[in-house]
């Protein structure tokens, strides 16, 4: 049985670094194949995928918010970090982690909503 | 960059045949996979492949992938199928290998 779930701050305030952690269970990152994807979703607003993390420690990112983001892992810990500098109003969402499975995502954590307010 | 275009909503009475369409170019090359996501919950993955069903998702859902268009089609449509639903592809077509998802639709039952 594979669960995800995400922790962090709630709150945030225009221009901090928000560090959010995923911590999972029924699989590993140490082994071929695994990944673990990061996806956030504005109030009313779409899915938008922002990162992935393979067990080989390859890691693909959005172009548009590449410059942005830092993605890590602890296999040990059953962990991945996201890091996303510098937010914003516009950044406020739910950000999800999810086990990918191939190309697509089978399993999702329940999110995590994050404002940025000052 | 690879874009998915979805209707905003669709609307179909019960026991009815409802589909929601993704748009992309030469989509069929690609696969599809969708997503049902209902308000306050994380999206579920109810087609992957094209057309496979994960065990626990109704044989009513059905996926297909032809030409520029992807369909999820949900036959017999009952109440509790009302959601959002999101479609997803994987873009390998540039040097930026990246996830795209559509724009979503909001299925409503009437």
């Known amino acids: 049985q594979i669960t995800l779930k995400e922790s962090g701050p709630t709150l945030v305030k225009p221009t901090q670094t928000l560090t959010l952690t995923c911590t999972f269970s029924?699989?590993?990152?140490?082994?071929?194949?695994?990944?673990v994807g990061w996806i956030r979703q504005p109030p009313g607003k779409a899915l938008e995928w922002l990162v992935v993390?393979?067990?080989?420690?390859?890691?693909r990112y959005s172009p548009s918010l590449k410059s942005r983001l830092t993605i890590t892992k602890d296999s040990s810990k059953n962990q991945v970090v996201l890091t996303m500098t510098n937010m914003d109003p516009v950044d406020t969402a739910t950000y999800y982690c999810?086990?990918?499975?191939?190309?697509?995502?089978?399993?999702w954590g329940q999110g995590t909503l994050v404002t940025v307010s000052s | 960059s690879y874009v998915l275009t979805q209707p905003p909503s669709v609307s179909v009475a019960p026991g009815e045949t409802a589909r929601i369409t993704c748009g992309g170019n030469?989509?069929?090359?690609?696969?599809v996979h969708w997503y049902q996501q209902k308000p306050g919950q994380a999206p579920v993955v109810v087609i992957y492949?094209?057309?496979h069903r994960p065990s626990g998702i109704p044989e009513r859902f059905s996926g297909s992938n032809s030409g520029n268009t992807a369909t999820l089609t949900f036959s017999r449509v009952e109440a509790g199928d009302e959601a959002d639903y999101y479609c997803?592809?994987?873009?390998?077509?540039?040097?930026?290998?990246?996830?795209?998802f559509g724009g979503g639709t909001k299925l409503t039952v009437l």
């Open positions: 999810a086990h990918r499975r191939d190309l697509y995502f089978d399993y």
């Open positions: 993390i393979y067990w080989d420690d390859d890691k």
């Open positions: 029924g699989f590993s990152l140490s082994t071929s194949g695994e990944g």
């Open positions: 030469n989509i069929e090359s690609r696969s």
């Open positions: 492949y094209d057309s």
């Open positions: 997803q592809v994987w873009d390998d077509s540039t040097d930026h290998r990246r996830v795209v």
